[in-house]
T-cell receptor
Framework: GAVVSQHPSWVICKSGTSVKIECRSL??????MFWYRQFPKQSLMLMATSNEGSKATYEQGVEKDKFLINHASLTLSTLTVTSAHPEDSSFYIC?????????????FGPGTRLTVL | AQSVAQPEDQVNVAEGNPLTVKCTYS??????LFWYVQYPNRGLQFLLK??????LVKGSYGFEAEFNKSQTSFHLKKPSALVSDSALYFCAVRDKAAGNKLTFGGGTRVLVKP
């Protein structure tokens, strides 16, 4: 199957700083990628859909200026948490639909744990 | 709008006993249904899917699930649970007519005791 990677796997930062998380499709191209947020012992909540060459589509309640998404190429999407605060601490997971799947099967990255002090 | 319900926050089962994790869904059209497993601090691992065809779907690690259209359910089952099956399980649905967005259930923690 297809592989999606994320970098870094974990990051600790001070309050007020910005953090960038990368999501890469390693062996396939992805015009669309999805970013999820998961709080401890909770489900995945879709934050936004990243679109290559155009603006991301954010879910209701997600701050666009807070969570900046850039889909720079067909294999890379980045999520930047700007002016991070402790309440932004969470597990962030990306996924990408596989272009060769007839039903656009999604493959998930391993996740990035963000801790804001 | 599509939605998924996993009515049990946690399921406890003894090793060797059958394991069932429940899932019901709601979509306006025909569903794609998925089960994923998540181990601590890891991403989601795909277990199985229902797209079309046979209602009984067999997946990875001995898991299977049965699609029941009349009950809008897609329960995950394993005939004989292992301690290593202890993890967090998510059911997800995608409406075939609604693009690629997946909607996840709340998750069910499975604890298999030796």
């Amino acid at each position: 199957g297809a592989v999606v990677s994320q970098h870094p796997s974990w990051v600790i930062c001070k309050s007020g700083t910005s953090v960038k998380i990368e999501c890469r499709s390693l062996d396939f191209q992805a015009t669309t990628m999805f970013w999820y947020r998961q709080f401890p012992k909770q489900s995945l909540m879709l934050m936004a859909t990243s679109n290559e060459g155009s603006k991301a589509t954010y879910e209701q309640g997600v701050e666009k200026d807070k969570f900046l998404i850039n889909h720079a190429s067909l294999t890379l999407s980045t999520l930047t948490v700007t002016s991070a605060h402790p309440e932004d601490s969470s597990f962030y997971i990306c996924s990408a639909p596989w272009e060769y799947s007839s039903y656009n099967e999604q493959f998930f990255g391993p996740g990035t744990r963000l801790t804001v002090l | 709008a599509q939605s998924v319900a996993q009515p049990e926050d946690q399921v406890n089962v003894a090793e060797g006993n059958p394991l069932t994790v429940k899932c019901t869904y709601s979509v306006s059209g025909n569903p794609y249904l998925f089960w994923y497993v998540q181990y601590p601090n890891r991403g989601l691992q795909f277990l199985l899917k229902y797209i079309t065809g046979d209602n009984l779907v067999k997946g990875s690690y001995g898991f299977e699930a049965e699609f029941n259209k009349s009950q809008t359910s897609f329960h995950l089952k394993k005939p004989s649970a292992l301690v290593s099956d202890s993890a967090l399980y998510f059911c997800a649905v995608r409406d075939k007519a609604a693009g690629n967005k997946l909607t996840f259930g709340g998750g069910t923690r499975v604890l298999v005791k030796p």
